[in-house]
RNA sequence: UGGUCUAUGGUGUAACGGUAGCACAACUGAUUUUGGUUCAGUUAGUUGAGGUUCGAAUCCUUGUAGACCAACCA
């Protein structure tokens, strides 16, 4: 018999790592980065550039360094550092060291004075809306400034007496300059430098000029010797622009390669907006489990390996994406069905009294993980009346339910099997009891009954506790949200994406549950104990509902 | 409409001139003390039109569609 190896097939990042390595590129060594601007938290499509960079860095024996791209004093700060390295920590991965843009502010600051040496950049005073408006449009060229032509002397005294703070804030620019008429907007001279007086999370004050994106991301890339500078398809036009300072610089020749962001529906990942939900109270912060940071998946209790793992069947590619967010929540049960403690939980309880049974005392052990023996057993105490779920039981069922009904006998999971005998309604017709018999031959793991049954319900006892349990469902109503450019993605806000339950019923021995521990609630889902949990209160989050082929036949 | 990038099942992603494969989703069935898991199987795809070639998803020509580019943001 032929056995074939399964073929590993690589992405187009490791196919131009592995001809470099053998081309003896950079003596074959690999090193990557990962460049957060500290404005925000990081998100999935954030975990996908991570997986990426330290991924590759990893699988060629190379390295990864953390650089903060901190250019803009206006919109950063250090909370978001320290989220933003909580964050990378917790996936897995150490970065090589930990850089910041404003670390080589000096450098890039001779690296201008260098280029206004050359003759490749200039002074500009036009004002923003000036400069806009010489600039053409992608399809007509753009005109030359007037300051276009000023001598080297006269642009290297402006750009010190800039930097020394001598004009007030948007008075002058630096610009390379290269082609006014050129295809590329980007190409026609663009900015390197403006004048900011803000204060600086890492430097404080003592800049008052900071280098643009073009002036800053590359040049640090080569700074560090970054062999491999892996960034989203919308650097694509950059990319002559981050050539060509190298080439006029002279120094270290890193390069850019681009693949296609991740996109998921039902959510949204520009940070703009993200930030929007936050600021405007539409979710409890950037941690909110309903949010696709990696902080509110933390909360939700998806696993960080689950995570690494979606971003690994995702791929790797050039093309515009939309990801199926169920892809994701796969990842996450697959990594959970494994590790998580079961435990019994009911939703909407309902009493059940069995009429026969007169034991006291009576406790049964319950198996704490069918998929891992070791995780070993727990006892729950049994009794005459327990709760089961309200749904669990049906006077007149469908076709096809296997749940208790008359004449339907059914097992209590880990306990006996049961057979309906009568129930007990309020005014309102709604039941409040359910009487039935159990089978004291059929116990669980010594019957001999020879009863047969459809199905096992879970069930807690008298002794169970209370808690909060926040139910979460998609945040938007449709696939995207920013499909429709004249309706604002907020007016589809699932109004329902967090359903609050206080009424359900828990195994007693959740009291003493673990927080960042995993649990499945018997036949519902995934579950994790919640930050806002106290000694009073228990507060429980959903992580996602376990596969529910019941509820797709009802659909039909 | 100037430039750039991209088009493979419902969604992603492979196949580098030689059998269109994998994952998720969907659907069957088996197993099951979770309508879970597991297992077996099914459905379903090369953007249109030409061309080169014994042979094209792949090369050429030409359409079409989508994305990105005109922040003192990154």
């Known amino acids: 018999m032929e056995i074939t190896e399964p073929i590993e097939s690589k992405n187009f990042l490791q ?58 004093p206006v919109t950063e700060d250090t909370e978001y550092v320290e989220s933003i390295k909580e964050d990378i920590k917790w996936l897995g991965f150490d970065w090589a060291n930990e850089y910041y843009a404003s670390d080589y502010f000096d450098t890039l600051y001779d690296y201008a004075t260098q280029l206004i040496g050359k003759g ?19 399809t007509e060229p753009g005109k030359n400034s007037p300051h276009r032509d000023r001598s080297v002397e006269e642009n290297l005294d402006l750009f010190r007496r800039m930097k020394d703070g001598e004009f007030p804030e948007g008075s002058k620019v630096l610009r390379a300059k290269i082609d006014m008429a050129s295809p590329n907007m980007h190409m026609r001279d663009p900015l390197l430098y403006r004048i900011k007086y803000a204060h ?3 430097t404080g004050d003592k800049w008052c000029i900071y280098p643009m994106y073009d002036f800053a991301h590359g040049q640090s890339d080569s700074i560090e010797t970054i062999t491999h500078s892996i960034c989203t398809l919308e650097f694509i036009p950059h990319r002559p622009l981050y050539d060509w ?13 681009e693949f296609a962001r991740l996109n998921m529906n039902y959510t949204v990942m520009s ?14 912060g950037w941690d909110d489990p309903r949010m696709p940071t990696l902080s509110g998946m933390r909360r939700r209790g998806y696993p960080p390996k689950s995570i690494v793992e979606f971003c690994d069947k995702i791929g790797v590619a050039k093309r515009e994406n939309i990801i199926d967010i169920g892809l994701l929540e796969f990842c ?26 007169e034991g006291t005392g009576e406790h049964l052990s319950a198996e704490n993980n069918p998929e891992d023996q070791s995780a070993g057993h727990r006892n729950i105490s049994f009794g005459k009346v327990i709760y089961i779920e309200r749904e669990d039981f049906m006077l007149d069922p469908p076709k096809g339910y296997f749940r208790l009904s008359p004449g339907n006998k059914v097992r209590l999971k880990y306990a006996y099997i049961i057979e309906y005998e009568n129930h007990i309604t309020d005014s309102e017709g709604r039941i409040t009891e359910i009487h039935v018999k159990y089978y004291p031959d059929s116990k669980s793991g010594e019957d001999t009954s020879s009863i047969k049954v459809k199905t096992a319900l879970h069930w807690v006892p008298e002794s169970a506790i209370n808690a909060e349990i926040r139910l979460y469902d998609r945040l938007f109503v449709v696939e995207n949200p920013n499909s429709d450019k004249d309706t604002d993605f907020k007016e589809f806000i699932n109004k329902d994406s967090m359903v609050v339950n206080t009424r359900a019923m828990l195994e007693p021995i959740l009291k003493d549950a673990d927080f960042g521990k995993s649990y499945q609630f018997f036949r519902l889902g995934y579950f994790c104990l919640d930050k ?21 036949i009802l659909q039909k």
């Open 200 to 202: 600086h999370h890492r």
């Open 532 to 552: 806002d949990s106290s000694s009073e209160k228990l507060v429980f989050n959903k992580t996602v509902g376990l596969k529910d082929s019941w509820a797709k």
């Open 120 to 138: 490749l950049a200039y002074v500009d005073d036009l004002t923003a809306e000036q400069i806009a408006e010489l600039k053409g449009t992608p």
């Open 271 to 284: 940070k703009r907006k993200l930030l929007q939900l936050v600021n405007e109270n539409h979710v409890s």
């Open 245 to 257: 300072c190298i080439e006029k610089l002279e120094i270290f020749p890193s390069r850019q390669y």
């Open 15 to 72: 196919e131009i790592i592995e001809n470099d390595i053998a081309e003896g590129k950079h003596d074959g060594r690999v090193l990557t980065r990962f460049p957060p601007e500290p404005n925000g938290y990081l998100h999935i499509g954030h975990a996908k550039s991570i997986c990426i960079n330290f991924g590759l860095a990893k699988q060629y024996n190379g390295q990864t360094n953390l650089r903060f791209d901190d250019t803009n």
């Open 332 to 357: 996450v049960r697959e990594d959970l069905n494994k590790t998580a403690t079961r435990v019994m939980v009911v939703m909407d309880p309902v009493k059940l009294v069995i009429t026969n049974y």
